[in-house]
């Protein structure tokens, strides 16, 4: 019997021998390798795995620090498992649900039966770092999926036991912190040391768990104000409320009760009612000329657009839409990144002083040429369009860069109306286990690449995380100048977007980078019981992304 196990680290491009069964966590000792924020995960064979992962077989491995996203997503599930069982020990009648990712940490509501006092947040930190002192180890439990089920519900974790009732694996894999049990869907740390820095603090009615930084792990990430972001996830929970339907667990309950109708029908009126109320505020406002639509990719900032210009016509306004794509610079002029390629999406690959010299001869009553852009030539080319507005005219311009103040710098204030649209998600896997929002926008960006760009979901997986850094420099900073913001996802729409996206993500080959994220999707997505597309209407936002929409694009 072999008695040794080679390993290939990609870090450093070595092979490495150590004894069978050992564990990732004890193999880096043997890499030579010093990660100044890590390691805090592992890729095995092109799949994230644990820190407590044994070696039986040769394997492909790279260690992972907290610069990369599945670093990240191991050492927060980690403080959320802390922050769970400082409650337990603290609180042990009440309980805590990880709820809204805001302000660069994550809201929690701690349900206590009275207010929580800063004495609380006080405590409850206190209480984390003596875990985290401790360097307890987190231990790896698989048991079966029906005696997890029973654990759980003699815990009173029920959102935890639905979510398993409704998943139907045979077997479930749970985490253990000196006798406090959780589930959670993706790898933690093997032990709470490894956690080096972290904050609770009062936010709002609840706490806000702060954590490092991507940029610079040594800080904690800014805590910026983001109260018109937080309202919108508050006003979905509500929407939720009324639905019922909080966990996926109780959604998939739901679907298999036969309520699948009744809730796309309710998520898509109570967005309809919403996208009726921005319009009535800009009709509100007789100043207005111009309605400025903002969001990062993916959120369904053009059939927003759309449906919201029809609302505007029941208001006696008639729409006037205007592309922002069509006012780029010359190719020769644009703005190039950092690695020297054309940047297309900074605001300057825009041309802006004729944006605001046409949009100010617009809004005096003048006729302009609207200019459009070829993008074979990467030329700015006469249109022979001519525009004027008539007295009850709106301009409706889309675009990722609307918000950006430089952008309508030279346009008085009160002539505009701000709208930011953006996909987030709201359901929860369950009260410890929420779905970050730019997984949702992902799969939707998946979907409409491989459907309609000709992009396989490898692709446009590889282009992500260069499109997410756009998002941040470019978008993101200027969402809370909205003077309305709008929420394009719905309750039901990852039950749906799972019969779409699933099979590109089965594209994806094992032996690329980019399957550890498809891997990663394909699993997550396999806690939502599956909904077929055509139970949508037309008008759907959704069908943006996977067709049979009743809007032209």
Same mark, same amino acid.
């Given at each position: 019997m072999e008695t040794q196990v080679t390993f290939d680290c990609l870090n450093n491009g070595k092979s490495i021998e150590v004894p069978v069964g050992t564990s990732l966590e004890e193999a880096y000792a043997k890499t030579g390798l010093q990660m100044k924020y890590g390691p805090v995960g592992v890729k095995v064979n092109n799949k994230v795995e644990p820190m407590h992962y044994c070696l039986y077989r040769p394997k492909q491995v790279e260690y992972l620090d907290m610069t990369s996203p599945a670093g990240v997503r191991a050492y927060t599930r980690t403080l959320f498992f802390i922050l769970c069982k400082a409650v337990s020990d603290l609180f042990p009648k009440g309980s805590v649900v990880i709820d809204i990712p805001v302000s660069n940490g994550y809201y929690c509501n701690l349900k206590m039966g009275r207010k929580v006092t800063p004495e609380d947040a006080a405590a409850l930190r206190a209480r984390m770092q003596q875990i985290i002192d401790d360097d307890i180890p987190i231990v790896h439990h698989e048991e079966l999926t029906e005696k997890a089920i029973s654990l759980f519900k003699k815990l009173g974790a029920n959102s935890k036991a639905k979510l398993l009732e409704t998943l139907g694996t045979l077997y479930t894999t749970y985490y253990d912190l000196d006798g406090y049990m959780d589930y959670f869907y993706g790898a933690l740390l093997p032990h709470t040391g490894m956690v080096t820095l972290f904050d609770l603090v009062p936010y709002y009615d609840g706490l806000l768990l702060r954590i490092p930084s991507t940029k610079d792990p040594s800080q904690l990430g800014e805590l910026t104000r983001q109260d018109k972001m937080f309202e919108i996830f508050k006003e979905h929970h509500r929407w939720q409320n009324i639905l019922g339907i909080g966990t996926v667990g109780a959604f998939n309950s739901a679907i298999q009760q036969g309520m699948a109708s009744n809730i796309v029908h309710v998520s898509e009126a109570l967005q309809e009612k919403k996208i009726a109320r921005i319009a009535d505020m800009i009709a509100e406002r007789p100043g207005v000329r111009m309605v400025l639509i903002a969001g990062p990719s993916s959120s369904g900032k053009t059939t927003t657009c759309k449906r919201l210009s029809i609302?505007?016509?029941?208001?006696?306004?008639?729409? &006037?839409?205007?592309?922002?794509?069509?006012?780029?610079?010359? $190719?020769?002029?644009?703005?190039?990144?950092e690695k020297g390629d054309y940047d297309y999406e900074c605001l300057h690959a825009l041309d802006l002083e004729l944006i605001n010299k046409q949009f100010k001869a617009l809004f005096r009553g003048e006729e302009v040429e609207l200019p459009r852009y070829n993008f074979q030539t990467g030329h700015s080319e006469k249109s022979g369009n001519k525009l004027r507005l008539r007295p009850r005219d709106i301009l409706v311009v889309e675009g990722i860069h609307a918000l950006n103040p430089e952008l309508t710098a030279q346009i008085p204030e009160e002539q505009k109306f701000r709208v930011?649209?953006? %996909?987030?998600?709201?359901?929860?896997l369950?009260?410890?286990?929420?779905?970050?929002?730019?997984?949702? $926008?992902?799969? $939707?960006?998946?979907? *409409?690449? &491989?459907?309609? *760009?000709?992009?396989? %979901? *490898?692709?446009t997986i590889h282009r992500w995380p260069s499109v997410r850094a756009g998002e941040n420099k470019w978008i993101f900073p200027y969402q809370e100048n909205a003077d309305a913001?709008?929420?394009?996802?719905?309750?039901?729409?990852? %039950? &749906?977007? $799972?019969?779409?996206?699933?099979?590109?993500?089965?594209?994806v080959p094992e032996n690329c980078e980019e399957y550890a994220e498809a891997y990663r999707l394909r699993k997550f997505l396999r806690y939502i019981t599956p909904l077929p597309f055509d139970a949508l209407p037309p008008t759907s936002l959704l069908r943006e992304f996977l067709g049979g929409s009743s809007f032209s694009y």
């Open positions: 609302q505007l016509l029941t208001n006696g306004i008639r729409p &006037v839409q205007i592309s922002l794509d069509d006012y780029f610079v010359d $190719r020769e002029r644009t703005p190039r990144d930011y649209a953006s %996909a987030l998600t709201t359901i929860l369950d009260t410890h286990n929420y779905i970050p929002t730019t997984d949702n $926008r992902l799969l $939707r960006r998946i979907i *409409r690449d &491989v459907k309609y *760009r000709g992009c396989s %979901a *490898r692709d913001m709008f929420n394009t996802a719905m309750i039901y729409e990852l %039950a &749906v977007i $799972r019969t779409q996206a699933e099979p590109a993500l089965e594209q």
